[in-house]
Every structure is written in C-alpha cells, then in structure tokens.
C-alpha cells in the first residue's frame, strides 16, 4: 500500500540537526527525527492520519489538546487522526523522537478492538519505550529488513492501543457478574485519565458507558474495586507521582492535576503513598546505591 502522512506542522523554535531517517512500510511511515529546542520551543500539528510519537531519550515536550503550556510528563503519545496537538519545550536541549504515521486501515488491522478516536497524551508506557528505541536502532540500520520492523510496530501499536488485559483471576473473556465489558470499561476509565484536572460526575461517565448513573456506579465498584472517584483520584495521584518524578515542584504538581493548592495534594498523596510529594521527588532525584557485590567489583 503506498502510504505518505499528510501532518501539517507550524513550530517556532525548533530546528533539525541531523537528516530525517525515515523508513516506508505497508501503511505506515516511520520517522526518526534529531533535533534542538530552544527554551520556549512550540508546535502546532494537525493531520488526517492518526500518529504515535515516542520521545527516546527524555520526556522534555509537553502535548496536549490545548494552546496554552502544561506540564511534561510522560514520553508516550497517541494523536488520532483529525486531532489538533500543541507541543511546547521549556528548556533548550536536544530531542530525538520517532513519529509512526498510520494509513488508517493498517492501525485498525493492528489493533481490531482499539478504541483509536481518543488521545492517549504524555503517557508513561515502558514497554513501548523499549519497542520504540529497538524500532529507532533500526531505522538507522534495517539490516533485517521489514519483518522485524512490522512486528515491532505491531507490538508498540498493540501494547499502547489494545483493549486493556483482563485481570489475571479473571475468568475467560466475560465481565465479572454485573461488571462493566471490555469497552465500556476501557472508555471510561480513558476519560477520567484524560481528565485529571477537573471533577468528571457519575453522570457524564454513565453516559459513556449507556448505563444510568446509579446502574453504572454500581457496575464500575464491581469491575474495578472502587467508585469512579475514588478511582480518579488514585490516577491523579499517579500523574502527580510521575510529574515529581520528572522534577516539577510539589505546587507545580498540585496546579497540573487539578488540586485546589499543595496542601490538599500533600494530604491526597500522603493518604495514598504514606509520604509527602516533596519526599516522593527528593526520593526519584537520589543517586542510587549500587549493589554490594557491583560496589565491591565482584
């Protein structure tokens, strides 16, 4: 299938330092780009083909759905086709990043049972990290050929996009007895994750899902363990906990996952992880100790 992505692009700030290294496969093109960011960098992008874009060596952009700067987080992106991104780069340094464009048949041959009409944005997936670095070795150097390249687009596209796994005592392929399916349950809870920042009520979620509210809150404690809100506060948490991890500041953290100040996120997190947020980023910022037979040469 002869495939070429149609992306529109405008960034400011941006500038390539290497020639692009690009590789063609049936309905998808793969991208491996070098370049520089200057402090402020920013991007607007917009294209009919859906995309996946994986940052390689650090999560430095941040992409959303909105014009104005957030937070970066993780370095794992989903853009459906027909969605606008805006990228924006605080600090200067170099970027290198690979851009997989999909025909849309071949994402949907892929991945059958994807939902592939919602943005999967700044997320933290290392499995497709390690996919999309073996994918970018070898576009630089496909000494064995297209088969393996498929096969690792197959795996990151599946790992990122597929419905999610049953629990592992689930039975078979049916929803625990009164539970939430496969689908509703993926929806939903995809909409609390792209929604961190506000309050999301049983009814919106019901709706997604084609439940009434008390029908769907009942269903989703089944499938899940908690109520909806309890169980977008633990992804809150989740996001706060990666953000620290990626160096914000505990206030930062609190204003980019929808806490009112950071007190109430330091009583949140606490709650939930047992330590403050400042504890949590002063643990991911200390040197790691190596092992005693490694520190020992042996």
Same mark, same amino acid.
């Given at each position: ?35 520089? &960011? ?21 999560? &430095? ?5 909105? *014009? ?71 576009? !630089? ?23 999610? *796994? ?7 392929? !049916? ?51 908690? *109520? ?71």
């Amino acid at each position: 299938m002869s495939f070429s992505p149609r992306m529109t692009a405008f960034v400011t700030g941006i500038s390539v330092t290497d020639a692009l290294c690009t590789l063609s496969l049936d309905g998808i093109v793969i991208d491996l780009w070098r370049v520089q &960011s200057d402090a402020g960098a920013r991007g607007r992008y917009v294209s009919p083909d859906p995309r996946i874009v994986v940052e390689l060596d650090r999560a &430095s952009l941040s992409l959303s759905r909105r *014009p104005e700067p957030v937070p970066p987080a993780g370095p794992v992106h989903y853009v459906p086709a027909g969605v606008e991104t805006y990228a924006h780069c605080a600090a200067a340094g170099p970027i290198r990043h690979l851009d997989l464009h999909f025909d849309s048949e071949a994402l949907r041959r892929i991945v059958p049972g994807g939902d592939l009409s919602r943005p999967r944005l700044m997320q933290h997936a290392r499995r497709c990290e390690a996919l999309a670095l073996m994918l970018a070795d070898h576009c !630089a150097a496909p000494e064995r050929g297209d088969d393996l390249a498929l096969a690792l687009v197959a795996a990151l596209a599946i790992d990122l996009l597929g419905p999610p *796994p049953l629990p592992h005592d689930a039975a078979t392929s !049916a929803p625990a007895r009164g539970g939430l399916t496969g689908w509703q349950l993926d929806r939903v809870t995809g909409h609390l994750r792209d929604n961190l920042t506000r309050r999301v009520p049983v009814e919106e979620l019901a709706a997604l899902a084609g439940l009434s509210p008390s029908w769907f809150a009942r269903a989703f404690k089944i499938s899940t363990g908690v *109520p909806p809100h309890r169980w977008h506060m633990r992804a809150r948490i989740d996001r706060a906990e990666a953000l620290l991890h990626g160096g914000l500041g505990p206030a930062e953290t609190a204003a980019a996952t929808g806490f009112s100040d950071q007190a109430h996120l330091t009583r949140t997190f606490r709650a939930l992880r047992g330590i403050t947020p400042a504890a949590a980023r002063r643990n991911a910022a200390a040197p790691r100790a190596l092992p005693q037979s490694a520190s020992n040469g042996g």
